[in-house]
DNA sequence: CAGAATCCTTTACGATACTG
DNA sequence: CAGTATCGTAAAGGATTCTG
C-alpha cells in the first residue's frame, strides 16, 4: 500500500471511515450484494433492524451514490433497492473485513473474556 | 470470497462489522501502523480527537486483544500503546477501504452534492 | 504527561402509530 | 407495503478540571 502520514488528515480516507462508522451501512450494502430486494425481504435478511432505521440507512447510502432505488407505481407500492457500480466496489474491502472475523473473531472474543477475568473489571464497550 | 447468506447472523461478522462501527477505532488502529506511540504523539497524528475519547478507545481496543500498552513508570509517566500481532491483521483489511476511499472518495462527494441540488433537500447524516 | 472524573450536548437507534 | 412522524432512551463524543 501506500498511504503516507497525512492519510489521515485526507478528508476521502475520513470519508470512508465514516461510512462504517454506524451499525448499519455495511450491513445493508452487505445484504444487497446478493441483488436488489425489497425493504420488507431486506429486514428479513438482515434482522434486527427497525423499518425507520432502514429507510435512513437506505437514505444515507442513496445519497453517497452507493445504492440506487427503483420505484414501480402502484398499490401497494412496490420498491427496490440494490447497490449501484460504486456501491459494488465496496464489496470487496467490506469482505476483507467479513474474512477477516472469520479468521479472527473467535481470538477477539478470547481477549475480552481474558481481559474480563484478570480485573479488568469495567470491560468498555 | 466464500459468505453465504446465514453471513450476517453470524456473530463473528457483527463483531467486525461493530469493532468498525464507531468513529474512532480505526481511525485509531491506523494511526499505530507505524510503530508504538504515546497518547500525545497519537493525538497529533490523529488530529481532532479528545484526551478521553482517546484513552477510551485505547481501552476498547485493548480489551479486545488488538492494541497493548506499556507503562514505563517514572514522573513524568511514560506509557506506549503498539498494535498486537492479532491488531496487526486488522491493517490489510483496513487499507482495502482506504485504498478504496482514494479511488471513489471524490465519486461519493459527487453524488452527495448531486443529491442535495436535486432538491434531496434533506441530505440524510 | 497520562488519565480519571464530571458535566453537557448531540444523535443514533428503537417502539409505536399513522398516512397513501 | 413503503414511508413518515413523534416520542423516548441510551450512548457517543466533546470540553473541562483535577490527580499522581
Same mark, same amino acid.
Given at each position: 500500500?501506500?498511504?503516507?502520514?497525512?492519510?489521515?488528515?485526507?478528508?476521502?480516507?475520513?470519508?470512508?471511515?465514516?461510512?462504517?462508522?454506524?451499525?448499519?451501512?455495511?450491513? +445493508? =450494502?452487505?445484504?444487497?450484494?446478493?441483488?436488489?430486494?425489497?425493504? @420488507?425481504?431486506?429486514?428479513? $435478511?438482515?434482522? #434486527?433492524? !427497525? %423499518?425507520? +432505521? =432502514?429507510?435512513?440507512?437506505?437514505?444515507?447510502?442513496?445519497?453517497? @451514490?452507493?445504492?440506487?432505488? $427503483?420505484?414501480? #407505481?402502484? !398499490? %401497494?407500492?412496490?420498491?427496490?433497492?440494490?447497490?449501484?457500480?460504486?456501491?459494488?466496489?465496496?464489496?470487496?474491502?467490506?469482505?476483507?473485513? #467479513?474474512?477477516?472475523?472469520?479468521?479472527?473473531?473467535?481470538?477477539?472474543?478470547?481477549?475480552?473474556?481474558?481481559?474480563?477475568?484478570?480485573?479488568?473489571?469495567?470491560?468498555?464497550?
Amino acid at each position: 500500500m501506500s498511504h503516507d502520514q497525512s492519510f489521515l488528515a485526507d478528508c476521502r480516507a475520513r470519508l470512508a471511515f465514516d461510512l462504517l462508522a454506524n451499525t448499519w451501512n455495511s450491513v +445493508v =450494502l452487505w445484504a444487497l450484494k446478493d441483488g436488489p430486494c425489497r425493504p @420488507g425481504a431486506l429486514r428479513g $435478511r438482515i434482522g #434486527g433492524i !427497525s %423499518p425507520k +432505521v =432502514l429507510t435512513e440507512t437506505l437514505r444515507r447510502l442513496e445519497c453517497g @451514490g452507493l445504492v440506487d432505488r $427503483r420505484a414501480y #407505481g402502484g !398499490s %401497494p407500492p412496490r420498491v427496490e433497492y440494490g447497490l449501484t457500480a460504486l456501491g459494488r466496489t465496496l464489496l470487496a474491502p467490506i469482505d476483507a473485513f #467479513g474474512a477477516w472475523a472469520f479468521e479472527h473473531g473467535d481470538e477477539v472474543m478470547a481477549a475480552r473474556e481474558r481481559y474480563a477475568g484478570e480485573g479488568g473489571d469495567p470491560p468498555p464497550p
